[in-house]
Each structure stands twice: as structure tokens, then as C-alpha cells.
């Protein structure tokens, strides 16, 4: 079992009672990620994202904030 760190970046409150929890992960050996937490419900949605799949999704979304006028 490998071990891992986590370390709170920010809660998030989305609409339709959707919370997201951001946290950077630190595993054995030294890799980092983002990692991001969807919670509905119950239910939770987790994703491990890497420092490449992050700058394109902060790409993906700051291009739709453009676009829908904020």
C-alpha cells in the first residue's frame, strides 16, 4: 500500500447543493496531484488530476468564463 498526504486547498460551494473539495495529494516517491472531489448526496466523484490535465482544464474552463460573460 502506498502511502499518501493530503493537503486542503479550498471547499467550493456549487449550485444544486454540489460541494467540490480541492486537495493537492503527495504520494510515496514523491508525485503530486490535484485532486478534486465532487460530492452530491452521498455520493462522491474523485479525480486525480496531473500538472498537464490541470493546465488544460484551467484552459478549458477560464475559456468558458470568457465566453459566458463574467
Known sequence: MSFESTSDIADIAAPYGKELKIQ????????????????????????????????KLVE?????QSEAGD
Open 24 to 55: 493537492e495529494v503527495t504520494f510515496e516517491g514523491g508525485m503530486q496531484l490535484i485532486r478534486i472531489r465532487i460530492r452530491e448526496g452521498k455520493r462522491f466523484t474523485t479525480l486525480d488530476l496531473d500538472p498537464d490535465t490541470t493546465s
Open 60 to 64: 478549458v474552463l477560464a475559456n468558458w
